[in-house]
């Protein structure tokens, strides 16, 4: 069964650190991506990634960084946590770009106090 | 940007009623994809639909995308509990770097 797993399902940090969200698939896919999930506003997509070492920006990238050393792993970094950046984190991996289906992981629920 | 319209937001029904979720844009897609998504987990493809006016069945759900590859909807029949979630549709303008484009989603509730 192929599988996208996240390190953390509830996170719970204080303004201004520094936060590692890490994402891992199984299935050897190219591309990879972080959305965040908010009620009233659906899925917005961070970051992707289509692959090793490649980045590309999505709608809201401002306060983001990403990391895809390996091609199974593919990492979002909050610099400096805002409590505006409370909420649902879900990575997702795709074979290809555009089309594909998006297996998605199980969420990481973010919370900045 | 393109934008995905979906209506109703919330649908609570009883069980074993028919309901349709629609899914609107003003934007033509290449294909579109319907999602189920259940507390606490990430969601689930249930279906891609890539011709325009085409229907596919699952089960006890019927999806149909528009003749003109700008709208799509889900309909369910003789809904059960285990219907319950948030159904999203995603749109794919065949940009290919862009991703997909994701409507905010119907929260269903089937009671019992």
């Known amino acids: 069964d192929v599988k996208v797993t996240q390190s953390s399902r509830y996170l719970v940090k204080r303004t201004g650190e520094k936060v590692f969200l890490e994402c891992v698939q199984d299935m050897d896919h190219e591309n990879m991506f972080w959305y965040r999930q908010d009620p009233g506003l659906g899925l917005r997509l961070i970051y992707f990634?289509?692959?090793?070492?490649?980045?590309e920006k999505g709608d809201i990238p401002e306060g983001y960084s990403v990391s895809r050393e390996k091609k199974e792993r593919f990492s979002l970094i909050l610099e400096s946590a805002s409590t505006n950046q409370t909420s649902m984190y879900l990575c997702a991996s795709s074979f290809v770009i555009g089309g594909e289906k998006l297996f998605f992981g199980s969420g990481t629920q973010l919370s900045v106090l | 940007t393109q934008l995905l319209e979906q209506s109703p937001q919330f649908l609570s029904i009883q069980e074993g009623e028919n309901l349709t979720v629609y899914c609107n844009s003003s934007?033509?897609?290449?294909?579109l994809q319907w999602y189920r998504q259940e507390p606490g987990e990430g969601p689930v493809l249930l279906v891609t639909?890539?011709?325009?006016?085409e229907v596919k069945k699952l089960k006890r759900l019927t999806f149909q995308f528009g003749d003109a590859r700008k709208d799509s909807s889900l309909h369910i029949t003789a809904a059960q509990p285990g219907d319950t979630g948030l159904y999203l549709c995603a749109g794919d303008s065949g940009g290919g770097a862009d991703g997909l484009t994701f409507g905010k989603g119907t929260h269903l509730i089937i009671q019992p």
């Open positions: 639909v890539v011709t325009g006016g």
């Open positions: 934007s033509v897609f290449s294909s």
């Open positions: 990634s289509y692959d090793v070492k490649m980045k």
